[in-house]
């Protein structure tokens, strides 16, 4: 595929019903469709409100959105400064082992490496092993030290109040 006709876009507001429904199209394919409660609403106090708290790109082809990449800033007490962390790459699946994965991901790290980054991370399903071998061809590293830990609704009110 010729990817002269792919460039990567800062979304903007009037892009929130494509990027609901990467997000839909991303869970239907992790098999979370069930944990999807973004909104139109959400997404646009998240991303376009006055204190946006993750940011999106979007890839098109040939005028088309193809991909999209959800990132904010985090920050490492190691290295005392922040860092990129990328919530959730999709790229359609007529449109996989094109690069355009690629390029979103060298985009991204182009964007961390400008404002002075330490890390890039992201996290990938353990089961997902064509993503893993894609990081690892890229020169990702797996932390396999780490163990995610989550607290989220009932468990979150419970512990909060």
């Known amino acids: 595929m010729n990817l002269e006709n792919f460039r990567v876009e ?6 929130i019903p494509t990027i609901l429904n990467f997000i839909r199209e991303l869970a239907l394919y992790e098999k979370l469709s069930h944990e999807v409660v973004a909104t139109e609403e959400t997404l646009e106090q ?14 098109y082809f040939q005028e088309e959105p193809v991909a999209f990449a959800i990132y904010f800033y985090n920050f490492s007490t190691f290295l005392g400064c922040r860092g990129l962390y990328l919530e959730d790459l999709y790229v359609k699946p007529a449109m996989r082992g094109r690069g355009i994965g690629e390029k979103m991901l060298r ?19 353990d089961w997902n092993e064509s993503a893993i071998k894609f990081y690892r061809k890229l020169g990702a590293e ?20």
Not at 10 to 15: F, G, I, L, T, V
Not at 46 to 59: D, N, Q, T, W
Not at 142 to 161: C, H, I, Q
Request: proline share 5%.
């Open 10 to 15: 800062k979304a903007q507001n009037q892009d």
């Open 46 to 59: 998240s991303l376009f409100g006055p204190k946006p708290v993750a940011y999106c790109l979007i890839g």
């Open 107 to 125: 985009f991204l790290a182009h964007i961390a490496v400008e404002e002075g980054c330490g890390r890039f991370e992201w996290s990938v399903l």
């Open 142 to 161: 797996p932390m396999d030290e780490w163990t995610v830990f989550r607290v989220t609704g009932e468990a979150l009110l419970n512990l909060g109040s």
